[in-house]
């Protein structure tokens, strides 16, 4: 059974404090992993795909990696406008189609 | 280019009652896939559509059910609405081969 775990749960960061959010998954043959944001009361929104392990996709202050068992979220010099649940879900390579498999989120939460 | 859309956005409905959820894919997208959040969770998948026929179903009962159109949009229909019904349903829509999927805005259901 594939299965996702992200930490911590919750985390609270200055404005300007860089940090990481972690991913650990296990899945029968990776078809891809994936990051979205979530706001309040909101769908979540697509950031990256990652395909193997050592790729890298950035976008503005985000920056997302790719090993064999886990993925990392980094953010640099966040501003209170990053301020979300950061959702983490693999996709098998078997399995219904475009199945997600999602962990629990990372809230994250950065003070002026 | 048009994105998910989803109807309505919130709905109360009593225990035992029956809700169907509406859906329309985004522009270009043949698969639809259902997912249920509940507060404070990552979206767990309920199933999926392709070409009017569900191709993937996670572990719900079998009182979660859903059609496809021939336009790609969708219906969930929940039968014998249970407390623990209540979270938020998201519909998300991609292209049949391509991994990368797209949320709506969701539906929050609460059951009293």
């Known amino acids: 059974e594939d299965q996702v775990t992200q930490s911590p749960e919750a985390l609270r960061l200055q404005e300007g404090e860089s940090s990481s959010l972690n991913c650990s998954y296990t899945?029968?043959?990776?078809?891809?992993l994936f990051w979205y944001r979530q706001d309040p009361g909101k769908g979540p929104e697509f950031l990256f795909t990652?395909?193997?392990a050592g790729e890298e996709k950035e976008k503005e202050r985000l920056k997302a990696t790719l090993t064999k068992k886990e993925s990392f979220l980094h953010i640099t010099a966040p501003k209170p406008e990053d301020s979300a649940t950061y959702l983490c879900?693999?996709?098998?390579?078997?399995?219904?189609?475009?199945?997600?498999?999602f962990g629990g989120g990372t809230r994250l939460m950065v003070k002026p | 280019e048009t994105g998910v859309t989803q109807s309505p956005t919130h709905l109360i409905k009593t225990r035992g009652q029956q809700v169907t959820l509406r859906c329309s894919s985004q522009?270009?997208?043949?698969?639809v896939s259902w997912y249920q959040q509940a507060l404070g969770q990552g979206p767990q998948f309920i199933f999926q559509?392709?070409?009017?026929?569900?191709?993937g179903r996670g572990n719900f009962p079998p009182r979660f059910s859903g059609l496809q159109f021939p336009n790609y949009s969708s219906e969930l229909n929940v039968n014998a609405l249970e407390l623990d019904d209540s979270a938020l349903y998201l519909c998300?829509?991609?292209?049949?081969?391509?991994?990368?999927?797209?949320f709506g805005q969701g539906t929050r259901l609460t059951v009293v």
């Open positions: 522009s270009g997208h043949n698969t």
């Open positions: 998300a829509s991609s292209f049949r081969g391509g991994p990368e999927a797209f």
């Open positions: 559509y392709y070409r009017e026929e569900e191709n």
């Open positions: 899945v029968s043959g990776l078809r891809g």
């Open positions: 879900a693999v996709q098998a390579e078997e399995g219904a189609g475009n199945m997600l498999t």
């Open positions: 990652l395909y193997s």
